[in-house]
Nanobody, 114 residues
Framework: QVQLVESGGGLVQPGGSLRLSCAASGNVFSIVNMGWYRQAPGKQRELVAIITRTGITNTNDSVKGRFTISRDSAKNTVYLQMNSLKPEDTAVYYC????????WGQGTQVTVSS
């Protein structure tokens, strides 16, 4: 079992920044990839960014150049640095860990509004 706890969401003005954190616990050695997904009202959940166990990253084109995924292996934590936020980035952001099965965090709300 893997447990994921997210933090860092909130309300920010357009052009602002936020950093999301996702701390993993439990059977962390089984984790292959970790990533962030988001789901806006009325839309399907979409991939934002992922990072593999070896540090390879992949980022959705819609956030490339603005969002950066990183990790602190010693803390079993993955971060999503979000800069130049836009209203269309408003969504619930979910942390994901891929192991023998997929694990999901509880989600954290990000609202970009003036």
């Amino acid at each position: 079992q893997v447990q994921l706890v997210e933090s860092g969401g909130g309300l920010v003005q357009p052009g602002g920044s936020l950093r999301l954190s996702c701390a993993a616990s439990g059977n962390v050695f089984s984790i292959v990839n970790m990533g962030w997904y988001r789901q806006a009202p009325g839309k399907q959940r979409e991939l934002v960014a992922i990072i593999t166990r070896t540090g390879i990253t992949n980022t959705n084109d819609s956030v490339k150049g603005r969002f950066t995924i990183s990790r602190d292996s010693a803390k079993n934590t993955v971060y999503l640095q979000m800069n130049s936020l836009k209203p269309e980035d408003t969504a619930v952001y979910y942390c994901n860990a891929v192991s023998f099965v997929d694990y999901w965090g509880q989600g954290t709300q990000v609202t970009v509004s003036s």
